[in-house]
């Protein structure tokens, strides 16, 4: 996202003045400003998503990356049991404003549908995208809320490098865009809820009291 107010004095690229546009929507002043302090409560609310989040020692190669797993994983966030379908890894050498930036980034790939969706009542899948297209929408999710929360960034002359020497960009989404922007948002807010299809829901009572009968009997053939 190329911000077209940052143009002046300057040759204009064409696409500018579009995205400018969702820019000019988009800004809350104020409203989320990051801080060190903040960052395990985001952790934990992209868990409550159904989000695995693990960070590991990815050397000067790569700041993150997210996944569909494999097989369906169980997450154990607070007293829930939550369906999970994708992992975002993150380099544990990077600094907290860093983190900040490349979970931004990965959450893009999720909301705007590029590794599917376990609901299509969440959000839409996208797969098929090339890996151009998929990494220019994803950017520029996480250009508009890093600049929304103050965060310092370099997207936005990474995304201009996107452009053509005519200055036309990759084919895009702008509403699959600001979509995973209104969906980050509140992952951003204090609480949090997890969408009911992702929660994994207790045994019935009859089942939980016939396990119970089950060890009773059990504790009593031992002491015979």
Wanted: proline share 3%; hydrophobic share 30%.
């Amino acid at each position: 996202v190329y911000d077209y107010s940052d143009t002046e004095g300057e040759e204009s690229l064409p696409f500018a003045e579009i995205v400018n546009d969702a820019v000019t929507r988009f800004k809350r002043s104020g409203r989320f400003r990051w801080d060190s302090s903040g960052y395990d409560r985001i952790v934990r609310n992209v868990q409550l998503m159904g989000v695995g989040y693990a960070e590991s020692d990815h050397g000067s190669s790569s700041g993150g990356f997210i996944q569909r797993n494999p097989h369906e994983r169980v997450l154990h966030v607070e007293d829930k049991r939550i369906r999970s379908l994708y992992t975002i890894g993150i380099n544990n050498n990077l600094n907290i404003e860093a983190k900040y930036r490349v979970l931004l980034h990965e959450l893009g790939h999720l909301f705007c549908g590029h590794l599917g969706t376990p609901d299509n009542r969440l959000w839409k899948s996208r797969q098929g995208l090339t890996k151009t297209q998929s990494e220019f929408e994803a950017e520029s999710v996480s250009y508009l809320l890093s600049r929304n929360m103050g965060i310092q960034s370099s997207s936005k002359e990474y995304l201009a490098g996107y452009a053509d020497d005519h200055g036309n960009l990759p084919s895009y989404s702008l509403h699959s865009i600001m979509f995973a922007v209104r969906k980050i948002e509140r992952i951003l807010s204090p609480d949090v809820t997890t969408p009911k299809s992702l929660l994994i829901k207790e045994a019935p009572s009859d089942s939980r009291n016939a396990s119970k009968e089950l060890d009773r009997l059990f504790d009593m053939l031992q002491q015979a």
